[in-house]
Structure formats: structure tokens, C-alpha cells
């Protein structure tokens, strides 16, 4: 096998692919990455057998072949090779890394151990990698981090007529958010649990360019122009998150996005420590936000806010708060109030499509 | 004939002597008492075949005259008591005149002994009971009593001596605890010729314990002081990863006798609960002081049970002032420290049988007077080393790499989070302020019927925790409710674990224990494990929430939370120093 790249794009195609390649020495070859040169095609990929990327590149064909390389010696090389032509070279399971007076070999493995790319078929739909972005933004926020509960480690994807949903809950607070998807609308409806690993990598290495999600039986699969991912899917049923939405309020307020997250981040350097709660005092005309924690301080901040109806006393973990304040994008937010029991809803004001219900604490 | 008959005198004589001499540790420690009474200062102490074909005790007290020495083989012949007053307010070890009278007539005895004011001394030979022979004998002043061939009229008994090795052990535990009483009194000790005991005359119980069980653990050993209407207490007790698996390593002290009592070692290890796990026994030396009056010594032969007034009370002043002296050492488990100069408590002068003698027995005796400890010297008691902890690194993801002046330490952080959430549930509960988070989804936990049972029992300390639980169904529960600090872990499996843990509880466990053992488990569920990356900022926030917590030196488990490693060490380690 030999070929040549420029530096820079060698660089930026390893950076992409390395998200997934394992440090760890349990399974040897799985801190290596698979490098694939077939006529007309030179492809990278790298697995850690839940997550598999792969990446197309351009480059000058000199020879076929196929090599397992070490990914994390290979990525801390290149960085360190001048710009330029780099030609690699490979002679059994010696590989050489040449850059003008540059000459590196390298031990490498046979690929024969190297895991396949997986072909997956099913159901596809093409969305906007923006729009696939931020929905993943907003829900991998609530996801949760506990192992136990399965189903509830990854983004719930529904696809159904025209819309997509994606939803992240960890029992505590959950964030839903629905969009309209262009193309042909989806016959069946279809859904699948994405795990957080696919989630982050995708929010690392797409483009807000458009691509295509196949959805198979136990796998997913995302490409974008050179670019392929494909993850396992988590399995399972996610629970039946319309039951615990509240569509009606009490109490219905328009509180100013920066004031909020504000009075909430400052009361939250008081209770850090102690995993305090921080109250909302909903008057008339105002919300005051305050929090007292034994032995350390109390705070009290009052924002002016609009349509408040009934006074209410909740009070909620400000870290849970401070997530989704955030992720809202809008300049107001919409806080819908029941009692100090029942669960509450943030959303954008002008935006139904993004909503975060967060249980409250205790008082 | 009646079924009914008086057996005859020797057979009541060897049924008596069992009860007092069940094994040779027995006789060992009858004579030894005998030699402490006897204000020996120095005792030696030769065995062969665990004590079962010779014990020798030799020592330089104040021997016996020719007629004592005659008459001390009869039953219930004492020179400790006069009349039943006396048996009130007794002091010395020995008191029911039992001792020799039995070890004599299971065995081949000689004495040989010599008073001060005699020229010459004594000795008597004396088999299954009966003087053999009583002849006059060179002897230096003190008292020989050699105790040949036990048992050995008495098959059945003999049948249940246990092997060399045991019975060796059984008296090594006795000496070391006579030894541990009168730290001044020289021991000695050898068994088939070998030297095993050899602790000369200390003026301090540190060094006394630490001729038996090193200067390494002596030196971690904590001292505990208090004072109360019932009991003056002074001694040591260990840091709790100690704490051993074994039962039994309670040295106790009453008025300088070495006691077992289940109470006192009840008492310590709910001093201990919050440090040491349940299966564990913390290492105590315990010295008390308390009126005579109070107590009784005669409750069985061997005298090492004592009947205590007010049991509650001294339950609960024992286990309060373990707590507190545990909570007090605010140090890291390695310390530095100078020998703390406890005096060593021995039987006031005032109590010995020559003053009970006196005819004015009936004046009480001032108890607090003679006993006051002399003041310490406050120079020679602990250097406490308190310092802000500065925080180099996490390593591993599991440890946290620290220095100060003295040294540098180690960290466990999931120890020390754990400690930090216990203290902190542990004082939110008290005060019912625990930070609870409410379900959106409500979890459904399955249990089996005996589990079920369980956590209905305790729903009340759940709920108390912020666990809102309510009944769906049979043998199923709704979680509506959780405390905030389980972010990360699983309210069902921590239910079903929780479950788990109070069926192997001892049965008819106190709602105490119970609380403790949930919030344990609590505690360690929630916190951070080992294999956690953390942030600086993460690190500085648990720094300063330990450094404010009781006993942060070990998590609620009793494991350590800190290992110190000292400068000194180290250089000595890299030969930088000599």
C-alpha cells in the first residue's frame, strides 16, 4: 500500500475518527484504526464496537491495501509533521510515514482483526445537521447519567408523518423537542433510543450541512457527504413521557431569560455545597428567587415578570434549572405553574416546540 | 437408703477445685494473683507443655511464714478478709482462699517460701490435697510455687485440656493482662525453656503495650480521659482500621483488676459504630476506677466478671466518651506525636489487705482522694498537625494526591465523599432538612415478602430521608421521591439494597442501627467512585467540605480515608538522611 496526502487534511480526518478510538488495552486492536485504500477510495475508520465513524478522504493512489494502525501514536505524529505532502507506506506490518526529510516506521497489526463496517439498512429520512444538532443539545442535557435505568441513558428519536421528536429524561426532568422534517413524510412510525456516546459524537464532528439517517433493526447509521457514523441502539422501552407533560397551568409567567439564569446562578454559588434548593416566590408582579442554606448564607433576588395571576411558592434544584435556562434560546421564558408538588414547564416563550419539565423539591 | 447422700470430703474438695481450676491459664492467674497480693515486684513465670506438666511461679514478695505457709492449704484459709465487712470493700486480687486448697488437690504443689522476718524459709509438698511433707529450706524471700503433673488424678478433666499450643495461649492471654494491670511489676515468661514474656518495670501503660504489641501500634493508639460520678477512666483506644474481626481484644480494668465484661465492650463498639463496620471489634485498654462498694467481684470463682451499678448509666458514659475522643482526633491517621505520659493506674496504697486489717474498718475510705491521677504534663500530650490541606492532583481517577509541611498524603475520594454525605444526611435527618427531589417518572421497586416486610419496618427512617414510598400492590412499592444526593445512582437498587443489608442485621437491631446502616448505604451509593474524573474545581469543593466533617479520617465504613506518608520517611526511604 502507498499513499500521499497533504498534512492538513490527513490531520483533520484523524481528529475525526479518534473520538471513538479506545485508550484502553482490553481489546488491543481497538486502539487502532483501520485504514482502507481501494481504487478511487481511501477511507478511515475507527470503532469502539458501540460507535463507528468513518471518513472518506481525497489523496493520491499509489498502491491498495489495508492496515490496523495505532491511532493515538499515528494522530500525535502527524500533528508534530511539517505541512506538506505526506506519503504513507506499507511493507508487511512495518508502516512508513514519509514528509520530505521526514521518515517514520511504525509497527502495525494485520487488519484481518479490525472489526467491519456494518451495512445497514431501514428507514431514512434527510435532515439538516444544525437542526440535528441543536435537537440533540437540548435533550442530552436531561439524559441520565445512571447506569441501572437502561433506556433512560440515551435520546429518545421518533419519527412520525413529518415530524421528528427527540426526548431526554433521567426521572427528574425531561426535555422534548419536535421538529418538522422536509421530504417525503415517514408512512410507519419509527422510533429508537440513541446512547449518549453517538449523541456527543455527533455534536462533534457533523456540519450544519444535510444528512441522512438510516434507521435499521438495532443499528443507526448518519452520513454526511465523506462522512459515516453508525451506533448500536439502546433497547428497550422508553417510558410514556405525554403522561407526565403538563398541558395546563395554574400559574402561566414571562420571565426575562438573562434575569433569571442569573438570579438562579447566583443563588446556586450558596447552596453548591450543600445541594441546597433554590425558591421561586411567584407574586403578582414579581418573582422572587432566593436560597438559604445553614451555616453559609442566604440570597434573594427579585425580577419583575409578566401575567402572574396567583401567588405560588416552588422550589427547585438550581442546577436542573440552570441546564435548560441555558439551552432556551429565546429572549423570555415560559414558566407554566401547578402547585409546589407538580411538576413545572420551561420553554422559549415564542417556541412550544422546545419544552423541560423539571419536578420540583421538596420544600 | 435415700437416694440423697453427702459423697465424701475429697470428692466434694475436687468437685469444688474444678469449678475454680478448670484449666493451667487458671492456675496461672491464681497465682499470680496470689504474688500481686503478695506485693511481689517481680514475677517469673516457667511452663512446660502448655502448662499442663509444670508451672513454676516465682516471685519476690513478701513471702509466707512457716504457719501461714501450713495453714494456706486449707479451704476458704485467706489472710485477705476477717469478716464479711471486708468482702464489702475488697481490694486485693484474692479474697475466697480457693486457689491453693484447689490447685492442690488436682495436682503435685510445692511451696517454697520465706517471710522477712524469718532466717529460714519453708517448704511444703503436697499431693491430691494432703500435706506430704513440711520441712525448713534455704530460701531467698519471696514465694516458689510449683504446680506438677495437673490433672492427672482427674482423667476427665485432663481429657479436656486442649492441645500445648491452646493452653499456652490461653495462659499468654491471662499473663498479658495481669501484666497490662501492674504495668511496674517486672513479668517474665518461658515455656519449655524459651523466653515469650519479658516486660520489665514501666512507669507508663504506653510502654507496657508496647512490650507486647510494638511501638507501631502503640503509637496510633488514641488516649481517652474521663471523669464521672460513677468511674474515672484512663487508657488507650485503637483508630478504628484496627478494628479486627476477632472479638475479644477489649483489655478492661477495674481498681486493677483484669475483667471481661460484655456490657464495657458493648459499650465501646457503639462508641465505634459510626467508624467501624458491624462485624468489627475495636482494640481498647480501658483502666477504670470505681468505688469498691459499687461493685461485685464475686460473682463467679475466677473473679474476672463483675456485677457494675447502674448499667445503663455507665452503657451510655462509656460508648459517649469513646465517640467523643474518636471525634476529637481531628488528625490524619498517621501523627506525630510524643508519647502522651499517662500515669499508670495500680491498686492505691490505701487498699492493701494491711490496711484493711486495721481495726478502723469501718471508716469509709476516701476513694477520690487516694486515686487522683497526678496532673499531666499538657507539653507532653498530642502535637495536633492542622494545616490546609493543598491538593496537588487526582491520580488514578481515584485518589487525591496532597502536601503539607510535614509530608504528603493520600486521599481516597471515594471515602471521603462518602464520609462528607453520611455527616451530611446523618445532621439534615436530625434536623428533618433533607434535600429532597421529587420523580417525574415514579420508579416501581419489586421485592420478595420477607423484604417487603423490611422496608415497611423502616418506611419511617426512608421517609425521613427523603424515600416518599407508598404501597402499589402487594410486594410492590412506588417511589415518589428521592434525597437529591443520589443523583447517580438507582433508587430501586438501593432500595433492594438497603433491603438486603437489614435481613443479615442481627435480628431486633435498634432503629439506630438501622438508620446508620441505611445512611451508610446511602452515602455510598451516592458518592463518587473510584475511577471518577474530577475537575479542580470539584476537588476544592470536597476538600473543604471534608476538612469540616467529624471523623473525616475514615469513611463510614471504617476504611481510611487518608494515608499520610511524612517527609522524614521519605528522605530516610531515598537514604538522603540517615
Known amino acids: ?363 | 437408703m435415700g437416694k440423697i447422700q453427702i459423697p465424701p470430703e475429697d470428692t466434694i474438695k475436687r468437685i469444688a477445685a474444678g469449678e475454680v481450676i478448670e484449666r493451667p491459664s487458671s492456675v496461672v492467674k491464681e497465682l499470680i494473683e496470689n504474688s500481686l497480693d503478695a506485693q511481689a515486684k517481680k514475677i517469673v513465670i516457667e511452663l512446660e507443655e502448655g502448662g499442663k506438666k509444670l508451672i513454676r511461679v516465682k516471685d519476690n514478695g513478701e513471702g509466707m511464714a512457716r504457719d501461714d505457709a501450713e495453714l494456706c492449704l486449707k479451704r476458704h484459709s485467706t489472710s485477705k478478709i476477717r469478716d464479711f465487712n471486708d468482702l464489702l470493700k475488697l481490694t486485693t486480687l484474692g479474697f475466697r482462699g480457693e486457689a491453693l486448697p484447689s490447685i492442690a488437690t488436682v495436682s503435685q504443689l510445692s511451696i517454697l517460701t520465706k517471710s522477712k522476718e524469718e532466717l529460714t524459709g519453708t517448704l511444703v509438698e503436697a499431693e491430691d490435697g494432703k500435706i506430704k511433707k513440711i520441712i525448713e529450706q534455704a530460701s531467698p524471700e519471696g514465694t516458689m510455687v510449683t504446680v506438677k503433673n495437673l490433672f492427672s488424678h482427674i482423667p476427665a478433666r485432663k481429657k479436656f485440656l486442649k492441645t500445648d499450643s491452646v493452653e499456652l495461649r490461653h495462659i499468654l492471654n491471662i499473663v498479658t493482662r495481669e501484666a497490662l494491670a501492674h504495668p511496674r511489676v517486672f513479668f517474665q515468661l518461658s515455656h519449655n525453656g524459651k523466653q515469650i514474656i519479658n516486660t520489665p518495670h514501666r512507669d507508663n501503660i504506653l510502654d507496657k503495650i508496647m512490650d507486647f504489641w510494638g511501638k507501631d501500634f502503640a503509637l496510633e493508639l488514641i488516649p481517652i480521659n474521663a471523669n464521672n460520678s460513677i468511674f474515672q477512666l484512663e487508657g488507650f483506644i485503637c483508630k478504628p482500621f484496627f478494628a479486627r474481626r476477632k472479638f475479644g481484644l477489649q483489655y478492661l480494668f477495674v481498681n486493677g483488676r483484669a475483667i471481661s465484661s460484655s456490657l464495657i465492650a458493648a459499650a465501646c463498639k457503639r462508641g465505634y459504630q459510626p467508624v467501624i463496620p458491624e462485624e468489627r471489634h475495636p482494640q481498647v485498654f480501658l483502666f477504670f476506677t470505681i468505688d469498691p462498694k459499687e461493685i461485685d467481684v464475686n460473682i463467679h470463682p475466677s473473679k474476672d466478671i463483675i456485677k457494675f451499678p447502674k448499667e445503663n448509666e455507665i452503657f451510655e458514659a462509656i460508648s459517649e466518651e469513646v465517640r467523643k475522643c474518636l471525634k476529637d482526633v481531628k488528625l490524619l491517621p498517621e501523627i506525630f506525636f510524643r508519647k502522651p505520659n499517662v500515669k499508670i493506674k495500680t491498686l492505691p496504697k490505701s487498699y492493701t489487705s494491711t490496711n484493711l486489717t486495721q481495726k478502723d474498718k469501718n471508716i469509709p475510705i476516701e476513694f477520690t482522694e487516694s486515686t487522683k491521677t497526678p496532673v499531666k504534663e499538657k507539653e507532653e500530650e498530642y502535637v495536633l498537625v492542622s494545616e490546609k490541606l493543598n491538593i496537588k492532583a487526582q491520580i488514578n481517577n481515584t485518589y487525591l494526591l496532597g502536601e503539607d509541611s510535614e509530608g504528603f498524603f493520600l486521599l481516597d475520594q471515594h471515602a471521603v465523599h462518602e464520609r462528607v454525605l453520611y455527616e451530611k444526611l446523618k445532621k439534615e435527618m436530625k434536623s428533618s432538612s433533607v434535600q429532597v427531589q421529587n420523580l417525574l417518572i415514579p420508579e416501581t421497586i419489586e421485592l420478595s415478602k420477607n423484604e417487603t416486610y423490611i422496608i415497611n419496618e423502616n418506611l419511617n427512617i426512608l421517609q425521613n430521608l427523603g424515600f416518599n414510598m407508598e404501597a402499589f400492590g402487594q410486594n410492590t412499592f412506588l417511589v415518589r421521591s428521592v434525597p437529591k444526593t443520589i443523583k447517580k445512582a438507582s433508587p430501586s437498587i438501593l432500595i433492594l439494597d438497603i433491603a438486603e443489608e437489614i435481613e443479615n442485621m442481627e435480628k431486633n437491631s435498634s432503629i439506630e442501627e438501622c438508620t446508620e446502616k441505611i445512611l451508610t448505604l446511602v452515602a455510598c451509593k451516592s458518592a463518587i467512585k473510584a475511577g471518577d474524573k474530577l475537575t479542580n474545581e470539584e476537588i476544592k469543593s470536597l476538600i473543604s467540605q471534608w476538612e469540616n466533617t467529624d471523623y473525616h479520617n475514615w469513611c463510614p465504613h471504617g476504611r481510611p480515608a487518608v494515608i499520610r506518608f511524612s517527609w522524614k520517611d521519605i528522605e530516610k526511604k531515598f537514604n538522603r538522611k540517615e
Open chain 1, 1 to 363: 500500500m502507498r499513499i500521499k496526502f497533504t498534512q492538513s487534511e490527513l490531520l483533520k480526518t484523524i481528529q475525526t475518527i479518534q473520538g471513538v478510538i479506545s485508550t484502553r488495552t482490553t481489546l488491543p486492536i481497538l486502539s487502532y484504526f483501520l485504514l482502507t485504500v481501494k481504487p478511487g477510495n481511501i477511507s478511515f475508520f475507527s470503532t469502539d464496537l458501540e460507535v463507528g465513524i468513518k471518513c472518506n478522504i481525497l489523496g493520491e493512489i499509489l498502491e491498495e491495501g489495508v492496515i490496523a494502525l495505532p491511532g493515538k501514536r499515528v494522530l500525535e505524529l502527524i500533528r508534530e509533521f511539517p505541512k506538506g505532502e505526506i506519503e504513507i507506506s506499507t511493507e508487511k506490518n512495518i508502516t512508513t510515514i514519509k514528509c520530505s526529510k521526514t521518515r517514520v516506521r511504525i509497527n502495525t497489526l494485520p487488519p484481518d482483526d479490525y472489526p467491519t463496517f456494518p451495512e445497514i439498512v431501514g428507514q431514512k429520512i434527510s435532515i439538516k445537521g444544525s437542526l440535528l444538532k441543536s435537537m440533540i443539545q437540548k435533550t442530552l442535557l436531561a439524559v441520565s447519567r445512571e447506569e441501572s435505568r437502561y433506556t433512560l441513558t440515551g435520546v429518545y428519536l421518533l419519527l412520525k408523518g413529518d415530524s421528528i421528536e427527540m426526548v431526554g429524561t433521567d426521572g427528574r426532568r425531561l426535555a422534548l423537542v419536535e421538529e418538522t422534517i422536509g421530504g417525503e413524510p415517514v408512512k410507519q412510525k419509527r422510533d429508537c433510543i440513541l446512547p449518549m456516546k453517538i449523541c456527543n459524537e455527533l455534536l462533534r464532528v457533523i456540519t450544519d450541512d444535510e444528512l441522512t439517517l438510516t434507521l435499521g433493526e438495532k443499528q443507526a447509521n448518519f452520513i454526511q457527504k465523506d462522512l459515516s457514523l453508525t451506533s448500536r441502539l439502546i433497547e428497550g422501552e422508553f417510558p410514556d413521557y405525554n403522561k407526565v407533560i403538563p398541558k395546563t397551568f395554574q400559574q402561566k409567567l414571562m420571565i426575562n431569560r438573562q434575569e433569571l439564569i442569573g438570579a438562579v446562578t447566583r443563588a446556586y454559588v450558596l447552596t453548591k455545597e450543600k445541594g441546597s434548593s433554590v425558591k421561586f416566590d411567584v407574586q403578582k408582579d414579581s418573582i422572587i428567587v432566593s436560597s438559604k442554606v445553614a451555616e453559609v448564607g442566604e440570597s434573594s433576588e427579585q425580577i419583575p415578570i409578566k401575567h402572574g395571576e396567583k401567588e405560588i411558592q416552588i422550589a427547585f434544584d438550581p442546577e436542573y434549572t440552570i441546564d435548560v435556562l441555558k439551552v432556551i434560546d429565546s429572549e423570555e421564558v415560559f414558566l407554566g405553574l401547578n402547585s409546589t408538588k407538580e411538576a413545572a414547564l420551561f420553554r422559549p416563550m415564542d417556541n412550544e416546540k422546545f419544552v423541560y419539565v423539571l419536578m420540583p423539591m421538596e420544600m
